[in-house]
């Protein structure tokens, strides 16, 4: 008799052609949950990814207005432990890019290392000029080698196409390598006591100021992170360049010092361990060593990526409920089915068949509508993420409307990751689902008398 269950499933399967639209609408379902959850989940990774490669995995800030002295010898001390993949020390400022006459930007600026920052990020993979063969990155020009020079985003020189939203790289290049431009920042600087020296108020109080200070360079490469923040805003220059305009006569100076981790390393125990080494070093050297932050860069971002998280899971849920309409329809179908052959349940019931059996025969049947539309939406779910970029470019090309913009989602393209998690939950709710969906049907089925179907029938 179970080999009599699974013909009738297979030829209601064959036979009866309304059964594929319940294939297909667990297909389109699952295929729309799946990439939704996938292009979110891909989303939020990115943001959390793209903090801790331009960031490092852990980030020592000390208070605002304060430097850090002596990084080098922090950083020694950090790469002696072999907790510790690297570390890099940053001084960052803010100012206005002159680009040419009238053409002003507002920048943020880092003073960086290099190439000892390609230890905590892929800096080299960013820059758009390509680099010989085993060439660390360098602000060394070419026709120049003894003069440095600077990175410049690719967004700070240039705009996107409105249609594609991609940069002309090759204009770009060929238009700033090389240029000379002029940048405009400052820093706040002790002038003295205060003019009055006897007010209570101002006893021991210094005078503060802020001083200008102008930087010529030349452009030696261009950065496209692919990240938009960091493309539209930034400059870098050598940080002993940076420091002696900023802060002259005080030496080597930093203001972050960010530190990359092993693969898969327990975030919250190295950030104890580089604590320890941050104290050892401040002893006696910096009053202010206990005011210091040491965060992780996933957890600076935390409070934005659980806002993200959130938007996911009401979309999800919305979602989803569209989705229940599938259980619907498979009861319909299935209850067709069943009252349009009925006749042919009576006969098999006839024959020996329980009405455990055969409620049993329609649950399967809808399983195996569930199964064959889950992988069918697997499958579709699968090529419209992986492809998302290039129907995304087809959509404005064709219709010119963007959807995807870089200045609004920070990244120039759509992440095309399949979240396999989200695969398998989407996929094992289908069939459940579809199970859901045939469980009415297969009761009444159940339900049928074979002697009063077959008498008047």
Known sequence: ??????????????????????????????ALLITVASLFTGFINAVENGAGEHMGDLIITPPTGVRIPDYDV???????????????????????????????????IWGIELPERTKVTPIGDFLVKTLPQDQPP???????????????????????????????????CKDFIGRKVLLTTGAIVDAGPIANPDSDASAGSERQRFKRRTIKFRIANIVFSGMYDFDKSFVYLPISMLAEELYPGQGKVADIIQIRLPPGADVDAQTERVREIWNTFAEGRLAWAPRAKIESAR?????LIAEYRKQMAILMLIFGV???????????????????????????????LSSRAVAAMFVAFGLVIGVVGAAFGVVLGWIFTHNVNAIEQWISVT????????????????????????????????????AAGAVIPAVTAARVRPVRILRYE
């Not at 206005?96 to 920048?107: E, I, K, P």
């Not at 957890?299 to 409070?303: D, K, V």
């Open 138 to 172: 360098t602000f060394a020009l070419d026709d120049n080698p003894d003069e440095l020079g600077g990175f410049v985003g690719v967004g700070v020189l240039d705009d996107p196409d409105e249609v594609t939203d991609a940069y002309d790289l090759d204009t770009v």
């Open 399 to 434: 219709f010119g409307l963007k959807l995807w913009k870089s200045s609004t989602y920070m990244f120039s393209r759509i992440p095309n990751q399949i979240d396999w998690p989200s695969v398998a939950w989407v996929t094992t709710a289908a069939v459940l689902a579809a």
């Open 74 to 108: 922090l950083i020694s001390q950090l790469e002696a432990d072999p907790a510790v993949v690297g570390a890099t020390a940053v001084l960052h400022s803010e100012g206005l890019l002159l680009l040419s006459q009238g053409d002003v930007r507002a920048v943020k």
């Open 1 to 30: 008799m179970p080999y009599l269950s699974l013909y009738l499933c297979l030829k209601y399967f064959r036979k009866r052609k309304i059964v594929l639209l319940s294939i297909a609408a667990v297909a389109m379902s699952s």
């Open 322 to 352: 569209v989705s229940l309409g599938v259980v619907l329809l498979i009861f319909c179908i299935f209850y067709l089915i069943v009252m349009t052959r009925r006749r042919d349940i009576a006969i098999v019931k006839s024959c020996g």
């Open 299 to 303: 957890r600076m971002q935390a409070q």
